[in-house]
């Protein structure tokens, strides 16, 4: 079976960083491309960022575009997410995921083709 699992949330000051790690295990890496997304009581969750498999292509969501990184070591199956000047919006539960590769076109961050989810880690960015 497919788990993620995600670490690394907490609670922060405005400006702080934060990385989260998502562990991988139980699924072939080409046939996925990885992905974190968030969500807030009352709110959809949205996508935040996507690295696809091979050339590791990286997208983003408007919102955190240069204070968030993407990145993948496939030899340790683990997903992250740095996170940098960290904002108040920034609080939610973030989620890992990975994507059936079809799915993975363009600089989508959407919900098609999510094929399994972590459990979730809490950010929670303090003014």
């Known amino acids: 079976q497919v788990r993620l699992v995600e670490s690394g949330g907490g609670s922060v000051q405005a400006g702080g960083s934060l990385r989260l790690s998502c562990a991988a295990s139980?699924?072939?890496?080409?046939?996925?491309?990885m992905a974190w997304f968030r969500q807030t009581p009352g709110k959809a969750r949205e996508g935040v960022a996507r690295?696809?498999?091979?050339?590791?292509?990286?997208y983003y969501a408007d919102s955190v575009k240069g204070r968030f990184t993407i990145s993948q070591d496939n030899a340790k199956d683990t997903l992250y997410l740095q996170m940098i000047s960290l904002k108040p919006e920034d609080t939610a539960m973030y989620y890992c995921?990975?994507?059936?590769?079809?799915?993975?076109?363009?600089?989508?961050?959407?919900?098609?083709?999510?094929?399994?989810w972590g459990r979730g880690t809490q950010v929670t960015v303090s003014s």
């Open positions: 995921a990975a994507i059936y590769v079809g799915f993975c076109t363009g600089g989508s961050l959407g919900l098609a083709g999510v094929g399994y």
């Open positions: 139980g699924y072939t890496s080409s046939l996925y491309c």
């Open positions: 690295i696809d498999p091979g050339r590791g292509s990286t």
